[in-house]
């Protein structure tokens, strides 16, 4: 076992969510500058140890029955104030956001507290999982099998990966075709695609997004495991060859802030505020490489695949292989993310446009100059992800087809047209690896 010290920088802000949210009565706001965090249940706790039973049964009811009278109009904050209630915070993060959270509801005809994204914490506090930075290695490990792979075995893998998702997509048109025969006069293009999703999920009680899934885990399956899907053994992943531990652990007052991340030349305006990594944060992690699994996958279980043959040509040199497959991903994602950035946006002020645009071309500086980025987290974009950078690139006709299909809202004539970035025109996710 070969273990190797990964040193991490965060560049961008960076969000790894733990699929919860800090509501208005999880937080309160001090002085439209700082967010300060709080667990009902250990406030709680504290009133237990000085007050009489009674007295904290009479609290606990006043509290609960605040939020259910004022269930987004008043924050944990304003409550406890009005009931005089001592409380401290589980930590407090500086708030970095261009709009208040409490903003005027016209729905509801009242003002609201905004929901927050809360990051990934361990014991209250902050770490990146060795699963997310593991999980960027793989998508950089495929793609650079099939951009730039060569040989019979790639060439296969190619083919295969086009015929499925020609095939479905002909399955789309056929539902298309059925759905358009029974409309009279125009449909607005957004309309027919959920017409077409729907009578899709009618027949097959499934989205299309999820044979796409399906097309895309078959593919890992040759890429990782075996060139013959029907051989694909999860326990002779060639990546199991490789560990990444959890990095160090954090208080979040340390590093995280409140951010406002902002989705760019969408047709409507949307924004989503998260806790998110400053940049500058340091983390730590050890990368373990068995040498003797790889013996094995190699020799003795005659494992046949293409990201196999790539670790095999490194001889063991694990840097090696993972700095050559990251710098090739994150080129090729650079290049089409500054691109995208070089024209006008709608609705994006253009001193905006071009601090971002110097960010991407700083990231792209840092590769020239021989270092290994990596990107993580949600609002990264779906070019991040294995095949649809590859088909954006090579077969961009047939990406502009199915994509609409892939996310939950697509353009007709121009897919991928969105970005997330937050208030300072900061693009999400970036890393630097030193090892």
């Not at 793609?143 to 019979?152: A, N, V």
């Not at 990444?244 to 409140?258: F, G, R, W, Y």
């Not at 991340?261 to 047709?267: A, K």
């Not at 697509?410 to 630097?432: I, Q």
Request: net charge positive; hydrophobic share 35%.
């Amino acid at each position: 076992m070969k273990n190797l010290p990964v040193e991490i920088e965060v560049i961008t802000p960076t969000h790894i969510g733990d699929g919860t949210k800090l509501t208005n009565w999880d937080y309160e706001v001090v002085n439209n500058s700082s967010l300060k965090v709080y667990s009902l249940e250990k406030i709680l706790e504290e009133i237990a140890k000085t007050y009489p039973p009674q007295e904290l049964e009479r609290i606990a009811k006043t509290l609960k029955a605040d939020i259910m009278n004022h269930p987004t109009d008043w924050c944990i904050g304003e409550s406890t104030a009005l009931r005089n209630v001592k409380k401290a915070p589980l930590y407090e993060v500086p708030l970095r956001i261009r709009d208040p959270l409490k903003q005027y509801n016209k729905r509801a005809q009242r003002e609201e507290y905004k929901e927050i994204e809360a990051f990934i914490k361990s014991l209250g506090k902050v770490y990146i999982p060795g699963t997310e930075i593991k999980g960027a290695l793989r998508t950089a490990v495929a793609y650079s099998i099939l951009e730039y792979g060569q040989g019979e075995k790639i060439e296969q893998i190619r083919s295969w990966l086009i015929d499925e998702i020609e095939k479905l997509w002909k399955e789309i048109e056929n539902i298309k075709r059925s759905v358009l025969s029974r409309q009279s006069g125009y449909i607005p293009f957004h309309q027919l695609v959920r017409l077409v999703k729907q009578a899709y999920k009618n027949r097959y009680r499934r989205e299309p997004v999820a044979d796409f899934k399906r097309i895309g885990d078959l593919l890992e399956k040759r890429i990782f495991q075996d060139i013959n899907p029907q051989e694909a053994d999860a326990k002779k992943d060639t990546l199991e060859v490789f560990e990444v531990a959890d990095t160090d652990l954090k208080e979040p007052s340390q590093v995280l802030h409140i951010g406002e991340l902002f989705l760019l030349n969408s047709s409507k305006p949307v924004r989503v505020y998260a806790e998110l990594l400053n940049g500058g944060t340091k983390f730590s992690t050890l990368l373990q490489g068995d040498e003797y699994k790889l013996k094995a996958l190699a020799e003795y279980w005659g494992v046949e695949n293409p990201a196999l043959d790539i670790l095999k040509a490194a001889k063991g040199d694990y840097r090696y292989f993972i700095r050559t497959v990251l710098r090739i991903f994150t080129k090729d994602l650079l290049e089409e993310e500054i691109e995208y950035f070089s024209r006008p946006i709608n609705r994006y002020p253009e001193p905006l446009r071009k601090r971002t645009l110097e960010k991407l071309n700083h990231l792209k500086g840092l590769l020239e100059k021989g270092k290994t980025l990596i990107r993580v987290g949600r609002y990264t974009g779906i070019l991040t992800h294995t095949v649809d950078l590859y088909l954006y690139k090579n077969h961009f006709e047939l990406f502009k087809k199915v994509y609409p299909y892939m996310v939950p809202r697509g353009y007709e004539d121009y897919p991928v047209k969105t970005r997330w970035v937050d208030r300072d025109g900061n693009p999400l996710g970036w890393l630097l690896l030193e090892f």
